[in-house]
């Protein structure tokens, strides 16, 4: 039996009848990892020191009947995340020496069920970027074709879940950083509501667009990541005081008499005919199941890629002042004066694409743009937001694509930063609206590569979101579909 093939509540089963250990399902990982990363590359740091020293603490908790549905499972953690003792990088030369005094408050929660973490994944710098092309740590692989990206910003965290490096990995979505990659990787992603989970303990990039959320191998798993992580936390100022329901109890109760939504701004020339196909099949296979299908109107998406270009690089602007060589992270020391330090280490330890959107933001947020720039693309958040409270009037759930194209091959948009914006064209207005949404799969290209299915929840709405996405998954195959590594 290959321990690696199973999932979260598989294993969980395996763990509490005593048929396995978490010690032995921690070596299993770790030897998947040893002979597939140097293909993938989806680890910057591996703690297997670590990670067997708390799969034993997580077999005493099981020998004495107290294990929680994330008691001795591995998992692994997007490098965003503050690990006490474990170098926090951010995939950044700027914080490449950086260890983090303290457990973010999501990686806490995990620790707390006796979760054991394999260790840290790549990304794309700061979490700027669609592709995992932009680490310091060299590009993440796709599993399903090494020859294309994985997607991004937490391209490592999809990609170790879909190579069986992992049960579970944590990332962060600002824009489309769960759920492109959870697409192009054949895995479920999902981006809870702002608010949902905290944020404490996450190196920021735009703090008001931010959220941390699971990717899995299934529908189920991700429910019990999320179950495990969500709630409130009085450390972070922007978590909401709102009850979390049990995930997992609504998951089967299926979706006749739903309401489904199709933004028709979403069905657009430029859609792939494979992913357009894939989606097609997907809405008959959600009629069949007994959803009412209904079209919607989103009118200002066309906006919304603009609209966060100007917030998200306004708030890195700000967040990313902080690395100025002084408290933490890289300082270069041969320089003319504190001013002088400041620019050299800035400019040694940032990427190219970090610096391209600090210069946005800085330029958006200077005197006499600030107006013209940042505070219309607020107003216009904010009318994006309204559309889909509107449009949530009328269904429960809203079904698009996640990307425009299955996953495109290395290099192929380095050179030009706009078409690599509009990876993201279907996925940034969640963000903007604050509101939870998830990929799943839902077919394969000709070229062998996943295709992804976007649900939109309404705010706070994740329990009809998983139980929407686990309808379509239990229907189909595309959930056990691997790659072949």
């Given at each position: 039996?290959?321990?690696?093939?199973?999932?979260?509540?598989?294993?969980?089963?395996?763990?509490?009848?005593?048929?396995?250990?978490?010690?032995?399902?921690?070596?299993?990982?770790?030897?998947?990892?040893?002979?597939?990363?140097?293909?993938?590359?989806?680890?910057?740091?591996?703690?297997?020191?670590?990670?067997?020293?708390?799969?034993?603490?997580?077999?005493?908790?099981?020998?004495?009947?107290?294990?929680?549905?994330?008691?001795g499972i591995p998992l692994a953690l997007k490098d965003i995340f503050c690990t006490e003792g474990v170098r926090t990088t951010c995939a950044s030369k700027i914080l490449d020496n950086f260890v983090a005094p303290y457990d973010g408050t999501a990686v806490a929660r995990l620790k707390e069920r006796g979760a054991v973490i394999l260790g840290k994944l790549n990304m794309d710098e700061f979490a700027m970027g669609s592709s995992n092309e932009n680490s310091a740590f060299g590009p993440v692989k796709n599993p399903w074709n090494l020859a294309t990206v994985p997607g991004g910003s937490s391209g490592g965290s999809a990609a170790a879940v879909a190579a069986r490096q992992a049960a579970g990995t944590l990332g962060?979505?600002?824009?489309?950083?769960?759920?492109?990659?959870?697409?192009?990787?054949?895995?479920?992603?999902?981006?809870?509501?702002?608010?949902?989970?905290?944020?404490?303990?996450?190196?920021?990039?735009?703090?008001?667009?931010?959220?941390?959320?699971?990717?899995?191998?299934?529908?189920?798993?991700?429910?019990?990541?999320?179950?495990?992580?969500?709630?409130?936390?009085?450390?972070?100022?922007t978590s909401v005081d709102t009850p979390v329901p049990d995930y997992r109890a609504t998951l089967?109760?299926?979706?006749?008499?739903?309401?489904?939504?199709?933004?028709?701004?979403?069905?657009?020339?430029?859609?792939?005919?494979?992913?357009?196909?894939?989606?097609?099949?997907?809405?008959?296979?959600?009629?069949?199941?007994?959803?009412?299908?209904v079209e919607v109107s989103l009118p200002h998406t066309d906006y919304a890629v603009a609209c966060y270009y100007l917030i998200a690089t306004a708030e890195a602007s700000s967040?990313?002042?902080?690395?100025?060589?002084?408290?933490?992270?890289?300082?270069?020391?041969?320089?003319?004066?504190?001013?002088?330090?400041y620019m050299k280490s800035r400019a040694a330890g940032f990427g190219a694409e970090v610096k391209?959107?600090?210069m946005l933001g800085t330029y958006a947020l200077s005197s006499g743009y600030y107006d013209a720039y940042y505070l219309k693309a607020q107003k216009v958040r904010t009318l994006i937001r309204q559309d889909f409270l509107d449009a949530f009037d009328k269904v429960d759930v809203i079904l698009t694509p996640v990307a425009p194209t299955p996953a495109f091959a290395l290099g192929e948009k380095t050179a030009d930063?706009?078409?690599?914006?509009?990876?993201?064209?279907?996925?940034?207005?969640?963000?903007?609206?604050?509101?939870?949404?998830?990929?799943?799969p839902c077919g394969l290209s000709a070229a062998g590569l996943p295709i992804g299915l976007q649900l939109i929840g309404q705010p706070f709405g994740e329990a009809t979101l998983l139980r929407s996405a686990y309808a379509f998954e239990q229907a189909t195959e595309w959930h056990q579909r691997k790659p072949q590594l």
């Open positions: 039996m290959n321990l690696t093939e199973l999932t979260i509540h598989q294993l969980h089963a395996k763990l509490v009848a005593k048929e396995i250990t978490s010690v032995e399902l921690t070596r299993a990982f770790l030897a998947r990892i040893a002979a597939t990363d140097n293909k993938v590359n989806a680890f910057i740091t591996i703690c297997d020191t670590e990670a067997l020293a708390a799969a034993a603490e997580a077999d005493a908790r099981i020998a004495a009947g107290q294990a929680d549905l994330l008691t962060t979505d600002t824009g489309g950083s769960i759920r492109q990659p959870a697409s192009h990787c054949g895995v479920v992603g999902l981006k809870p509501t702002y608010g949902r989970v905290s944020r404490y303990g996450v190196i920021a990039y735009a703090s008001s667009l931010d959220q941390v959320g699971p990717i899995a191998r299934d529908v189920e798993d991700c429910a019990i990541l999320l179950q495990a992580v969500a709630g409130y936390d009085p450390a972070d100022s089967r109760d299926g979706v006749k008499g739903l309401r489904i939504g199709l933004p028709k701004e979403y069905f657009i020339a430029g859609l792939d005919p494979e992913v357009k196909g894939a989606v097609d099949a997907a809405i008959a296979q959600y009629r069949q199941l007994g959803a009412e299908i967040n990313l002042a902080r690395y100025d060589g002084v408290r933490f992270g890289t300082r270069v020391e041969e320089g003319k004066g504190l001013l002088d330090m391209r959107r600090i930063p706009l078409q690599m914006y509009l990876s993201d064209i279907f996925t940034i207005p969640a963000n903007l609206a604050g509101t939870c949404a998830m990929s799943l």
